[in-house]
Structure formats: C-alpha cells, structure tokens
C-alpha cells in the first residue's frame, strides 16, 4: 500500500497537552488546536515528501527510508534522523518524540507522537 495522497486532519487527542510540553507557544496551541491540518505524501520506493499544511505554516520534509536526514519539527527545530518503515508504519525519534505514522487502511492515516507519558494522536482522511 501507498502513503502517496492528500490526507484531511479528522480528529485529534491529547493536541494541547503535547504541544506545551515541547514548548510551543500558547498562542501558537489556541490558534492551531481547530485548524484541520492537510497532509500531503509523495512516496516514490523508499523516497519521501511529506507537506503539511496548517493554516499559514507549511512544514516540508524529505526522506529516504533507513538514510540519515534532517527533519523539521513541529516546533521549527530541525533534528537529525533516520525515518525507518515497518510494514505500514514509518518510525522516526527525533530528539525525545517517537513519531510513528500509519497507514491503517488505504483512506485512514494515523500519526502517533510520544515524549514519555504525553501521547498526542492525529487520525486523518484520504481526500485525494
């Protein structure tokens, strides 16, 4: 199966909690805890684009499974890391987050992020 498409931000857990323990700004969590992120993936083999949009901000990343990159994060910090695939799950640690994104079924995309207890959990759509 193929992560390549455009997937819409359908519901989310846990959005504020994660996002003060890695410090981003209240103002920042207030205006982007309703906005309905879009994630757009680009998989050619093991090569990646992934661009998500989130209101004005626009986050890109590109990757090579199993090859060392620089990701961007959520808050801006660029990390060293290595993106690995297991079956439908990509696996990424960047710094003290494991991010593990999956492809449940070819129109449901779930991203877990962890940083010890604190589990913020996106479930997005196929919209094209």
Known sequence: MSFSGKYQLESQEGFVEFMKAVGLPDELIEKGKDI??????????????????????VLTNVFTIGQETEIETLTGDKVKAVVNKEGNKLKVVLNTITSITELVDENTLVNTLTRGNLVYKRISKRVA
């Open 36 to 57: 309905k992120s879009v994630s757009e993936i680009e998989q050619n083999g093991d090569q990646f684009k992934v661009v998500i949009t989130t209101g004005a901000k």
